[in-house]
């Protein structure tokens, strides 16, 4: 494993080669590179240049957002987007950037548990085949908190072994993006990490939640930088994802107003010394 940044989850504004100069300063080993910039990269520079870019940074391509919600839109925009994304595929895969994540909303208001299972499975199998034609593996992140469950008339995936298994129904390169927060807010069980395989495993976020809240308060954009307030127990949570063999990023994501509030170079160097700790537990 190794820590990786993504300048946005800490409110930090930063290009491509930006991120990639502050990823290095701050002592990170990889970047979060999104799709679309890097796409622009190996467009204007070529993908030989891009890729010795990480090397020269001392830096590995992390894992990148897919750039629409297949879920959200609609289908004559998604075949839209299915049109338009091989050639952004093949520049992500060209400098190895081979993990991509998307998060599944916890319920909806016009689909049923079933039906909403069958549409999300429809819409991301055509996603994940392209993804597959180059090799990208795509880590679905599943939302915990309760205070977002409730928002929606049906309830959908919001814990970890749904997850799996919409992931097993759309194809074989689709595994998890498991994020330690919504862990916790999903009840945090220790008995779900047993589930956990270097297979199903695409991308890992690591976060702490606020002391003093029920879990059932938690909400989902007031989290904190792991090992923070020792509310998520994170030591079970990466031992479990080391014992795996999982070797791909880790990176921070705590949507934290007083992290954001902060200058650049603080919040970097508060976040980079937060993902190399709990890198470290796994010993």
Not at 109 to 127: K, L
Not at 157 to 186: K, M, Q, Y
Not at 240 to 268: I, K, Q, R
């Amino acid at each position: 494993m190794f820590a990786s940044l993504n300048p946005g989850h800490i409110g930090v504004k930063a290009g491509f080669p930006e991120g990639l100069a502050l990823a290095e300063t701050h002592g990170f080993a990889g970047f979060d590179a999104q799709l679309q910039p890097l796409h622009e990269a190996v467009t204007r520079e070529g993908a030989a240049t891009v890729r010795q870019r990480f090397v020269d940074h001392g830096l590995r391509p992390g894992c990148w957002n897919l750039p629409y919600m297949p879920y959200r839109v609609s289908a004559e925009e998604h075949q839209d987007w299915l049109r338009k994304l091989p050639p952004l595929l093949a520049s992500a895969a060209a400098v190895g950037a081979h993990r991509a994540g998307m998060w599944i909303l916890p319920g909806s208001n016009d689909r049923t548990y079933d039906d909403n299972f069958a549409f999300h499975v429809e819409r991301f199998q055509p996603v994940a085949k392209l993804l597959a034609d180059h090799g990208i593996r795509l880590g679905l992140e599943f939302v915990g908190p309760l205070t977002s469950l409730r928002r929606f008339a049906h309830p959908f995936i919001h814990s970890l072994s749904p997850t799996l298994e919409l992931a097993r129904a759309i194809g074989p390169n689709v595994g998890l993006l498991f994020d330690s927060w919504h862990w916790h807010c999903s009840g945090g069980d220790p008995a779900d990490l047993k589930a956990l395989t270097q297979d199903n495993l695409v991308h890992i976020h690591v976060n702490d939640a606020p002391a003093g809240l029920d879990r059932e308060a938690l909400i989902d954009n007031q989290r904190r930088l792991p090992l923070t307030t020792g509310v998520i127990d994170l030591a079970a949570f990466i031992r479990a994802v080391h014992a795996t063999g999982y070797d791909g990023p880790v990176t921070a994501e705590p949507f934290d107003s007083e992290l954001n509030a902060l200058p650049p170079e603080d919040s970097l160097r508060r976040t980079a010394t937060a993902t190399r700790s709990a890198v470290a537990l796994a010993g």
